[in-house]
């Protein structure tokens, strides 16, 4: 068998452009990366079926001369699978942005709570004591959905006040 | 192979068809819910029928092979069922039946008004025709199609509802499972590149040839990404971020048999393709002892049940990794029998879960208290459960590890030794951190909660609680752990200290206080958009009701279903363990395998 070089070096050059993508921030451009490294990936299949011949027909050509029609069929399979997966990431990619009006990642609310508690001292958590109460009441309320990603602002720094006591959960979430 | 065998092959693909057939027939069925629950609950029973009769004939005559559609073998699609696949088919499809009931029961996809009510069942079955085809799978490539059949059921089942904390969940989940996913075809061009089949037995036969570099970088391609999928440690940080966002069954259902099927795939690669790799058996023992040691560490680090729970599967996969390394029939067997016993147990804790959600209100030990007081049945089906995940003697948990430690022992080397003295360590701490759940949410009285939120109202407990579009265990996240520092200890902070101040939980004391009326359906629905109706304190009846003490019938009795199969496991482990043995015995031999697919060759020129 021989290795088709360009193909090889296409592939290479994709993993590269996948794997960089796929670590951004943005979802979007992680859904990118998993196209480029999905698409990476069916070339890589198809290299792997050998070198390139005729069409795999019957009675076109003569059957040591056809090129591999196994790795097409896989190819095909895998295509077919990565555009469910990535409509399904769009789906909630969409989802998502109506929920946060981003389009990042948001980040886990108790790695957020942690670092918060971190950069601010025991003294602000005290004065925020009565503000989560109150968010969290005015929360009952079913109509105020925009009031809730404000609310998530407040929430984690109530988190706060147990900091010193709750050492050994606080190590636990931090490990997360 | 035999001529008995060839009426019982023709069903082995009925437990990927029915689910399928199924899942079409319950989307038609969309608005007729019981009929749609009754089509479920037949088709699985039906399949959970030919697994066991599976089951029986694969241990009686050994493996059965169906190449689909008749082809000769290596171009078919074959399906092959050895005592491995059908004893795994088995307790898959029984964990899968029992949940399906429970969640039938608590009705997660009915009640919830952003789900649409046609998406549930027709997708758990599509999970289950997956997770079928990934066991009854003798190709490499159908592998792969049925872990992304079970892949895209299960990331349609985790975001249920869509709320904000599951698709945060539901995207870390569907990228690394999609990155996993894309790992496994690497593996899969690369095999096809070195061996040019990818029929496991063929595999298994023309993979000695390929020199040792190429196949080692094969395996561990492979490795990586069954290795993602199993959640073995380096590579599990993923799972216990994702799973307790779930529902209940949802969780239940994923904690049973999605990491099981990674297993599963670990078991072939290392008994059929790849018998004797030392360097990969030196990275998985050296994985196992980790997974083990930081899931357990994870586990009593928890608040949140749920989370604990997420930590003791990541660690247990753990011991079945531990087995699988040892090469051994011995550790083999273990694995296989442990696969088994977790499977079960570990979706019969996530059920148990669900029920003491149901009835305390959250899964945060912080806040929960008294509930062995408030419903007696729940404390026994958490209990039973819990101390055989622990490995307390009479029970499966026990007879499990001990085979694992046998084989390790056996095994004698330094290494093995270590791992041994792990697994003795994870019991404890496995044991230690579902004890801590005992204790403070069952044992502990519900007056002692204690209630670092002195100056709190009562009032805001709930609203808290309920936040709309923050379902379930969001708000262990959020606010849970907020309100209550480390379980157990009051929580002096800030110079303010503590009291204990009677009911905070809802337990039975404080049931009047919280007479669940923000849970009630039309003030949720009231909110548009994300703001599905919170499940939690279901169970607490409507406004101004008195509160029974009693579960959930449908709940509770696929609990005891589970709890009760759990110990079935036990008492039969005798006949269970030698099924194990034959299973290891054979995959390690391998000839069985490899020649049952062989039998079916019409082709002679195009099978070597």
């Not at chain 1, 503000?131 to 998530?152: I, K, L, Y």
Request: hydrophobic share 50%.
């Amino acid at each position: 068998m021989t290795s088709p070089i360009v193909l090889l070096g296409l592939v290479g050059v994709l993993y590269t452009t996948g794997v960089y993508l796929i670590l951004e921030r943005s979802l979007t451009r992680v859904l990118l990366g998993v196209l480029v490294l999905g698409n990476a990936t069916n070339v890589l299949v198809v290299v792997a079926g050998g070198r390139a011949g005729e069409a795999p027909l019957v009675g076109r050509a003569p059957e040591s001369a056809m090129s591999d029609a196994l790795v097409q069929a896989l190819v095909l399979t895998a295509i077919v699978i990565t555009l469910g997966v990535t409509s399904f990431l769009l789906a909630l990619i969409h989802r998502t942005w109506t929920l946060e009006r981003e389009d990042d990642l948001t980040e886990d609310v108790e790695d957020r709570s942690l670092r918060r508690r971190l950069a601010s001292g025991e003294q602000e958590d005290e004065e925020e004591l009565d503000t989560t109460g109150c968010e969290n009441v005015a929360d009952t309320d079913p109509e105020d959905d925009d009031e809730r990603s404000t609310e998530a602002a407040p929430d984690p720094a109530g988190h706060g006040h147990r900091a010193p006591a709750a050492s050994t959960t606080g190590a636990g979430e931090d490990t997360r | 192979m035999n001529p008995g065998s060839s009426l019982l092959a023709t069903v082995i693909p009925l437990p990927v068809l029915l689910p399928l057939l199924g899942a079409g027939l319950t989307l038609v069925l969309a608005r007729r819910p019981t009929l749609q629950r009754a089509v479920s609950v037949t088709v699985l029973s039906a399949v959970v029928v030919i697994a066991a009769l599976l089951l029986v004939a694969a241990v009686q005559s050994g493996p059965i092979v169906i190449t689909v559609g008749s082809w000769p073998v290596p171009l078919g699609i074959t399906l092959v069922v050895d005592p491995l696949s059908a004893l795994m088919l088995l307790t898959s499809m029984s964990v899968t039946l029992a949940v399906l009931v429970y969640a039938i029961g608590q009705g997660v996809y009915d009640r919830d008004e952003t789900t649409p009510i046609t998406i549930f069942h027709p997708t758990y079955l599509v999970l289950a025709a997956g997770v079928a085809n990934a066991f009854l799978s003798g190709d490499l490539f159908n592998l792969y199609v049925g872990f992304e059949v079970l892949l895209m059921a299960s990331y349609v089942l985790l975001t249920l509802g869509g709320s904000r904390s599951r698709v945060r969940a539901g995207v870390t989940y569907v990228v690394v499972n999609v990155v996993s996913s894309l790992i496994f075809l690497v593996g899969i061009a690369l095999t096809y590149a070195a061996v040019g089949t990818l029929n496991l037995a063929q595999i298994s036969v023309r993979m000695a040839d390929v020199s040792p570099g190429t196949a080692l970088t094969i395996h561990l391609v492979l490795l990586t990404a069954f290795g993602i999928k199993a959640a073995v440690f380096p590579l599990s940080a993923w799972l216990p971020d994702s799973y307790p966002t779930a529902a209940a069954p949802v969780t239940a259902v994923f904690a049973g048999l999605l990491t099981k099927v990674g297993v599963y795939s670990i078991i072939r690669m290392e008994t059929l393709v790849f018998p004797d790799s030392d360097v990969t058996r030196t990275i998985l023992l050296v994985a196992a002892g980790l997974t083990m040691l930081v899931g357990a560490l994870g586990a009593i680090a928890q608040a949140d049940i749920k989370r604990v729970l997420s930590f003791t599967l990541v660690s247990h996969i753990g011991y079945m990794i531990f087995g699988i390394a040892l090469a051994t029939p011995m550790g083999v067997a273990g694995a296989v029998f442990y696969v088994v016993h977790h499977i079960t147990v570990q979706a019969t804790l996530f059920c148990v879960v669900g029920l003491i959600e149901g009835v305390g209100g959250s899964t945060s030990v912080t806040r929960l208290g008294g509930l062995a007081r408030a419903s007696p049945l729940l404390a026994i089906l958490w209990f039973v459960p819990a101390i055989n995940l622990g490995g307390i003697p009479p029970l499966s948990g026990f007879v499990g590890k001990l085979g694992l430690l046998q084989a390790g022992v056996a095994d004698g080397s330094t290494l093995a030794w270590v791992l041994v003295v792990v697994a003795v360590l994870t019991s404890l701490l496995t044991l230690y951190a579902v004890t801590k759940v005992w204790v403070l949410a069952f044992w502990r009285p519900a007056d002692q909660i204690p209630v670092a939120e002195a100056d709190a109202p009562e009032e805001s407990e709930d609203p808290d609680e309920e936040l709309p579009g923050e379902q379930d265990t969001s708000h262990p996240e959020d606010a849970g752990d907020s309100r209550t520092g480390l379980p157990g200890a009051p929580t002096p902070r800030s110079g303010v200290l503590t009291r204990v101040r009677p009911g905070t939980a809802r337990t039975l004391a404080d049931r009047e206080a919280n007479t669940g009326a923000e849970v009630d359906w039309p003030v949720a629905r009231l909110a548009p958009g994300e703001s599905a109706p919170v499940l939690t304190g279901r169970f607490l009846g409507v406004a101004g009701d008195r509160v029974s003490r009693s579960l959930p019938r449908v709940m509770a009795g696929a609990t005891a279903a589970l709890v009760t199969l759990g110990l079935a496991i036990t008492v039969f482990a005798g006949p269970l363990y030698a099924i194990a043995d034959q299973a290891a015995d054979d995959l390690v031999a391998r000839t069985p395998y490899v020649q049952a697919v062989f039998a079916q060759t019409v082709d002679d020129r195009v099978a070597r």
